[in-house]
């Protein structure tokens, strides 16, 4: 019987636990400062980790209109990081194995130069590069971009399928062996292996090709991390690892067939799709010291803090008409992402929270908590995988450095002692190390 093995990424994201970084072991400056990234990327690297990735959101995490004369809400510490993609060729050329996955909108983007950019990337990397596919859900990501408020959820996961196409059809624009550069006959590459695309279609005319021949991995692989209906049919058929919110081993399930048996509807093969359920790791020597320290990091959060930012997180639905000792208000359909509106609603039920307790759940991470010694979460680890509620975790550390120590230095090792995560590489490109399709 063959053992069945964890798939494992790192997400790094500064402020991500909203108290953590005040820890006096935390180093804030991450955000904006490549050298701490380079140090995160290779301890995962040492960890033999699928990849690293990276979230982004292009705009101050703030609501002038809902956050007006609020210190805390205005000064959310998510909101200062680079634009990822800009990181990635840096971590490339300090890493060897490990992936590289970065965020980019498809409704602040356009196509050709998405496709170009991670085309190039992985070519940096050498067959390392993914694209992390979203379509936004913050409005004032919008008002970056000429508008006043933000495209309707379903115009953007319109535009989105026809962009991820735009995209591919880019990446499929040369056939492996077309360039040459043949010194001897002086053709450079055989034109009739460089396809022009000539998309026209509802949003897009895009002409092609790429200027750089096809990539290492032919077409770097595609996350995504949607949970409404138009996500999950646009993952099913496009995406390569989708990240997903449950919190209930039943629920991570549910998700995980689902998404399997709409890419079979798709002709794709569901085993070559990976459901990776995002985790925060808090780890200690015991469950006890592990406990004590998520509710020290917990206090470190400012009241108003957590408000605004779930605030943020419903869409714009104002918890402070309400009494944020009581018990969590119906919340109406918003523009927002639907998946952060419904875990709202699914935490605050099934633990019994309150507002301000809800608030605090989600300024400590969107995903499950974790929490204790090395061998009790891979315990959780282990049986979310023997389960079949997933292929594997989105780990997100609370702070760097010692976050990231703790659960790559900790936690992986005691997975590779179970046998159910890799002591070696054995692939050379981001594909083949997570048993992806290849192109």
Known sequence: MTTKMLRLALFLFPGYHMGAWRLPDAIPELDVNIEHYVRAAQLAEAAKMDAIFFEDQAAVRRSNEILAGDTYGAANPRSIHFDPTVVLPALAMHTTHLGLAATATATFNEPFNIARRFASIDFISGGRAGWNLVTSFNQAEAQNFGLDAHVEHAVRYERAEEFVDVVTGLWDSWEPDAVTRDKESGAYFDVDKMHFLQHEGELFKVRGPLPMGRSPQGRPAIFQAGASEPGRALAARTADVVFTL?????????????????????????????????????????????????????????????????????????????????????????????????????????????????????????YLKMVGAPSTIADTMQEWLEADACDGFLAVPTHFPTGVEDFTQRVVPELQRRGIFRTEYTGTTLRENLGLETF
């Open 246 to 366: 449950q919190s209930q081993i039943e629920e991570a399930r549910a998700f995980r067939d689902d998404i399997r048996a709409r890419a079979a509807r798709f002709g794709r093969d569901p085993e070559k799709i990976k459901i990776m359920v995002g985790m925060t790791p808090i780890v200690a020597d015991t469950d006890e010291d592990a406990v004590a320290l998520q509710d020290h990091m917990r206090s470190l959060i400012p009241a108003e803090l957590a408000v605004a930012d779930l605030i943020a997180l419903s869409g714009g639905f104002d918890f402070r008409d309400y009494d944020l000792d009581g018990p969590m208000p119906e919340l109406p359909e918003s523009n927002a992402g639907k998946s952060h509106r419904q875990a709202i609603i699914d935490v605050a039920k099934r633990n019994g929270l309150s507002i301000l307790e809800t608030a605090r759940y989600f300024a400590e991470g969107s």
